[in-house]
């Protein structure tokens, strides 16, 4: 079993920045791509960002320039850092990463995250 813990949302104003983190824990044999959705109110959860094990990276153009993601592999942790945020940015942030077990190291399956509250205020 693997679990996701997410910390690092929050309140913040406009132009702030804020940092999240989310560590994967459990039966880890590998973790191949990790990354970060949203969802706001009223709308579909969205891609923001996603690493994969070669540190390649992509972004929703709406973050681009804004937001950056890194991982640890050391620690099964994936980071978002948040500069520059707007109200447009307020949705509930999750993660998602695609992992394969100790159990059946060859079989990758996707765990999502808890989600974490971020708040930006004008």
């Known amino acids: 079993q693997v679990q996701l813990v997410e910390s690092g949302g929050g309140l913040v104003q406009a132009g702030g920045s804020l940092r999240l983190s989310c560590a994967a824990s459990g039966s880890i044999f590998s973790i191949n791509v990790m990354g970060w959705y949203r969802q706001a109110p009223g709308k579909q959860r969205e891609l923001v960002a996603a690493?994969?094990?070669?540190?390649?990276?992509s972004f929703a153009n709406s973050v681009k320039g804004r937001f950056t993601i890194s991982r640890d592999n050391a620690k099964n942790t994936v980071y978002l850092q948040m500069n520059s945020l707007k109200p447009e940015d307020t949705a509930v942030y999750y993660c998602?990463?695609?992992?394969?077990?100790?159990?059946?190291?060859?079989?990758?399956?996707?765990?999502w995250g808890q989600g974490t509250l971020v708040t930006v205020s004008s």
């Open positions: 998602n990463v695609v992992i394969s077990s100790l159990e059946n190291p060859n079989r990758y399956f996707e765990v």
């Open positions: 690493i994969t094990g070669g540190r390649s990276t």
